[in-house]
Nanobody, 116 residues
């Protein structure tokens, strides 16, 4: 049974940092590209970043470049999102994702609130 469990969200002040984690199980984690998405209230779910199965290649949405870093530990079946210089507009639920055989798998998300 595939499971993706996000953690690490919370309330942070503008300019602060958070590190999100996603623990994966039920599939061969090291074989799949992993993605972080986010969904702000009343908005669509948008791609934040993705990382290749080996971790050699990463891609970021333009608004996250230079502030966010995606990484993974295939030995621990985890993917991470380090978020620095957070802005109020980064407030959203952050989701971990992968696609297998055309099917999207999602965690339940972790809420990040950036506010003073």
């Amino acid at each position: 049974q595939v499971q993706l469990v996000e953690s690490g969200g919370g309330l942070v002040q503008p300019g602060g940092s958070l590190r999100l984690s996603c623990a994966a199980s039920g599939f061969t984690f090291s074989s799949y590209t992993m993605r972080w998405y986010r969904q702000a209230p009343g908005k669509e779910r948008d791609l934040v970043a993705r990382i290749s199965s080996t971790g050699d290649s990463t891609v970021y949405a333009d608004s996250m470049k230079g502030r966010f870093t995606i990484s993974r530990d295939n030995a621990k079946n985890k993917v991470y999102l380090q978020m620095n210089s957070l802005k109020p507009e980064d407030t959203a639920v952050y989701y971990c994702n992968f696609v297998r055989w055309g099917i999207n798998y999602w965690g339940k998300g972790t809420l990040v609130t950036v506010s003073s």
